[in-house]
């Protein structure tokens, strides 16, 4: 028969079990301290570490080139951008240097013709470009109008009754929003 004592001494053959920190989930975060029986291969650490390194420093080399590329490419596209507008404003500076030679002639009926020319030259152009005029008819709209102020009037309160600087919008922004006066209702 063996003896209890000699049962309760005896261990298991597994390395001891640190703990390393905070538990994590139902194990534990712990860590088995390396054996005294498995030596360490400095030398292929060493060059683990240094592919490693290489490795990064390739990554970071890339990534920078990756940058500057992409730097260069959004310059280019704006460039172009730019490019593509003032080719199409050419003809308008055209019909203003007309405008101005007619208005040195005194030949106002010219000046006036030419002047609005230009306008509708450039507003055709600008919706082309997705320019719209912001609506001022009906209801105040903070979102798209800017009131000056306010004053009595025969309208309905809170409408726009008068316009001051016309607004625009570029697709769903808006560039610069109307101006406006809006009824504050019949004065009392």
Do not use: C
């Amino acid at each position: 028969m063996t003896d209890p004592s000699k049962r309760q001494t005896e261990a298991p053959a597994q390395p001891p079990v640190r703990d390393s920190g905070p538990v994590e989930g139902a194990r534990g975060n712990r860590e088995v301290p390396p054996t005294a029986s498995a030596p360490l291969d400095v030398d292929a650490l060493q060059a683990d570490r240094d592919q490693l390194f290489d490795r990064l420093q390739r990554l970071a080399a890339e990534f920078d080139n990756f940058r500057k590329r992409n730097a260069r490419e959004q310059a280019a596209f704006a460039e172009r951008a730019n490019e593509r507008l003032v080719k199409d404003l050419i003809p308008i500076l055209d019909d203003l240097g007309r405008a101005l030679e007619a208005a040195s002639e005194h030949q106002e009926g010219q000046v006036e013709d030419g002047v609005r020319l230009v306008h509708r030259s450039l507003a055709d152009l600008l919706q082309k470009q997705g320019l719209t005029e912001i609506e001022t008819d009906g209801k105040f709209d903070p979102h798209v109008h800017e009131a000056l102020l306010s004053q009595p009037s025969e309208a309905e309160e809170g409408s726009v009754i008068e316009v001051v600087q016309k607004g625009y919008r570029l697709g769903d922004k808006v560039l610069r929003p109307a101006r406006v006066v809006i009824a504050a209702g019949p004065e009392a």
